[in-house]
Structure formats: C-alpha cells, structure tokens
C-alpha cells in the first residue's frame, strides 16, 4: 500500500540535490537552540506510531551511511529513487561526492513531521565535521515499509 503520492517532484528534487549542492537557507532563532543527538538516539516520547517508523527508517539510512553499508542505505530509498540511481555504489557516490554531512554524520535531531501537498515531510538537523544542515525527508509507505522518497538540504546559519 503506498499512501504518498510519488511524483515528479520526488525524481527533480534528489536530482537538483545531486546537481546543485546544499541550498543556503537561514535557520531562524528556533534553530539555532536545537542540539543534535548522538546517531542512533531515539528521541520517541509521546510520538505516535507512524512518526516513530519514519524516524526510524532516516536513521537506519544514515547510521548504513556512516558504517559504508551501500546496500542497506539505497534499500531504505523509495523504488523512483532506486530506479533513478540505478545501484547502491551510483546512489552513495552522489551522497558521498554533493552531501557529505549525511554521508558521515555525527548527530541528528528530529524536528517536525509535517504534510504538505499530500506529501510527508520530516524535517531533521544534520550534523557532521563537515557542518550541520537540515534535511527535509519526503516519506512514503508502501507495504507497511516507509522509504525515502527523496531528500532536499538547507544550510544553518551556524554552520
């Protein structure tokens, strides 16, 4: 069952995200408090179920990036994702080469799950050596498994 519509949205933003690089975007006063957590935190009260597997599914992906588990990172990814990249190595080699700070990251902080045009957003602040930034996950469910269905990154102010 896939409660996300997948559209192109999906396919054009991991493709500008490949292209492009980390957007600038200033994280506001709010942001600027957040502390991220050590990988693998599982910052679960009173979350509903749903929240919990997302979350759950971003950090799986990035804890198989830290550990250079190519397969287990691109099997997290929706199929429109994996048939863009093709193989795990393509897919890891774009992460590696554009988003370092997801490649090896250090801390993570969950912030809000949201929908937004039939689309579900969660939002989690990024932080590695190589600077912290905030990534927006589109989510989707297909088969009770969610996946990521593609991923756009905003630069903090402070990093």
Known sequence: MMRAATSKSALLTW??????GVSEYPGGPALAQVQPQPQGSTQTQNLQPQEIA???????????MNKG???????IASPVIQQMFVDPRTFMSMVE?????VFKSRGTRFLALSATDGRLLQRVVIESDAGTVIGNYEMIEIDGIWRINGCSFEK???A
Request: avoid cysteine; aromatic fraction near 6%.
């Open 156 to 158: 903090r102010d402070d």
């Open 97 to 101: 080469r554009s988003y370092p700070q």
């Open 69 to 75: 588990d190519d397969a287990a990172a691109f099997a």
């Open 15 to 20: 493709a500008m995200i490949a292209m492009a």
């Open 54 to 64: 997302i979350r759950a599914a971003i950090s799986k992906q990035l804890d198989a």
